[in-house]
């Protein structure tokens, strides 16, 4: 079973700083791409940035030029680098692997999510 757990969130004052991280763990064999999202009270949930496995990124529009996704260097790990928070960013923060081969089939797996909060 894969498991990814996260970690990281946090309270913080607009305009500063947080780093997530998300480890996956278990039988895995390669990992297509990771990916965060995060959910506001009352929101749906929506892609936040996303790399593939050959370091190709893609992040929503109003965190781009502050947030970073980077991949570890065990690739079974990811990061968001989150600069400039402001109090919208507020939400829960979850993180994804998608296409996770563990030898014997294809699946996509999610964290428990983490609470980042930000304060005005």
């Not at 990814?4 to 297509?32: N, P, T, W």
């Not at 507020?90 to 030898?103: I, K, M, P, Q, W």
Request: aromatic share 10%; with cysteine; net charge positive.
């Amino acid at each position: 079973q894969v498991q990814l757990v996260e970690s990281g969130g946090g309270l913080v004052q607009a305009g500063g700083s947080l780093r997530l991280s998300c480890a996956a763990s278990g039988r895995i064999f390669a990992i297509a791409s990771m990916a965060w999202y995060r959910q506001a009270p009352e929101k749906g949930r929506e892609l936040v940035a996303h790399i593939t496995s050959t370091g190709v990124t893609t992040y929503l529009e109003s965190v781009k030029e502050r947030f970073t996704i980077l991949r570890g260097n065990t690739k079974n790990t990811v990061y968001l680098q989150m600069n400039s928070l402001k109090p919208e960013d507020t939400a829960v923060y979850f993180c994804s692997a998608g296409g996770v081969y563990d030898g014997r089939s294809v699946n996509n797996y999610w964290g428990q999510g983490t609470q980042v909060t930000v304060s005005s």
